[in-house]
Structure formats: structure tokens, C-alpha cells
């Protein structure tokens, strides 16, 4: 009889000991969950490619006639204040084109969305790593609602002398 007792303090010893760590264990997950977090931007294998094809895409404008201009094309044409040949500017076609793929992208920013936040622009490099913007971005969302970051880059050859870049930014919540 005592050999059959001593076998169910252990099992019951083990059992407790199991629970006691289990119970550590939630509590340290508890409290990483709940440590506020920097949001360090990743990149993301989709973005690059919805960058590549945003850049390709061709738009409505021509330059001259029966000569359609693709995004890329067209942020040079903005830049140097072109006129597309229905008589729109450039930097009109583009802004409504770059909200219109958005709109019709996985990144839409709408209630039950887990995007939080997108914006796209272009920049040239001025120097010592700062950029100014070379067309008004195209954004929409809080980037304050961020807990996740995917940003993505591809250069840009305006012909200009310049390090330009077209810049997407995508937050998600969570």
C-alpha cells in the first residue's frame, strides 16, 4: 500500500510543478503582448511586386498622341509640367490613377480593413539622406494606428540628374 501512495504523491508533485510553470508562462506572455511595440518598417515580397506593376501600368494620358504613358512615364511628364493630349496635366492623371489601383488593391483603408494606412510618393534625393517630394502623395488612414510597417522602394530614373524613388508605405493593425 505505501509503495502505491508514494507513486500518487509524485504524479500529483509532477502535475502541480507542470501547471505552476504553465501559469509562469502565461504571465511572461501576458506581459510581452502587452509591451508597446516601435514599429520597425519590413519589406514585403507583395508590395515590391504592387510597386513594379503600379510603375508599369499605363495610363490615359498620351504624350504626344496615340503615345499612352505608363505611371513611370508619367511622374517624369508631371515634373516637367507636360500637358497629356485631351489637355489634363500629367500630375492630375496620376494622382487619380494611383488612388484608383490603390482602390482596387488588397491595401484599401475602410472599417473592418486590417489596413490602417498607405501612402505613396515620389522623392528625389537633396543630399545627406533627406528627400523632398516630387508630386503631393497620395494617402489615405491614421499611420498613428500602426502596429505593423511594410514599406517598399523602387528607384526611379526621371531623367532628370536626380536619385529619384517611388515610395509605397503600408500599416497594418493587428
Not at 501612402?119 to 539622406?129: A, D, P, Q, T
Request: charge should be neutral; proline fraction near 4%.
Amino acid at each position: 500500500m505505501k509503495i502505491d501512495k508514494k507513486a500518487q504523491e509524485e504524479m500529483v508533485g509532477f502535475v502541480l510543478i507542470v501547471i505552476i510553470v504553465s501559469v509562469i508562462g502565461i504571465i511572461i506572455l501576458g506581459i510581452n503582448l502587452n509591451k508597446p511595440r516601435n514599429i520597425e518598417a519590413q519589406t514585403s515580397i507583395e508590395l515590391d511586386s504592387f510597386s513594379s506593376a503600379i510603375l508599369s501600368y499605363t495610363t490615359n494620358c498620351e504624350i504626344p498622341e496615340t503615345n499612352p504613358r505608363k505611371v513611370r512615364e508619367l511622374i517624369k511628364d508631371c515634373k516637367q509640367n507636360d500637358i497629356c493630349s485631351n489637355g489634363q496635366s500629367p500630375c492630375q492623371v496620376l494622382d487619380v490613377t494611383l488612388k484608383e489601383l490603390v482602390k482596387h488593391s488588397s491595401y484599401i483603408v475602410e472599417s473592418g480593413s486590417y489596413t490602417r494606412y498607405f501612402k505613396i510618393s515620389v522623392l528625389n534625393k537633396i543630399g545627406n539622406g533627406t528627400y523632398n517630394e516630387v508630386i503631393p502623395p497620395v494617402k489615405d488612414g491614421d499611420e498613428k494606428e500602426c502596429s505593423r510597417k511594410l514599406i517598399d522602394t523602387q528607384p526611379l530614373n526621371l531623367g532628370l540628374g536626380e536619385n529619384s524613388i517611388f515610395k509605397i508605405e503600408v500599416c497594418y493593425k493587428n
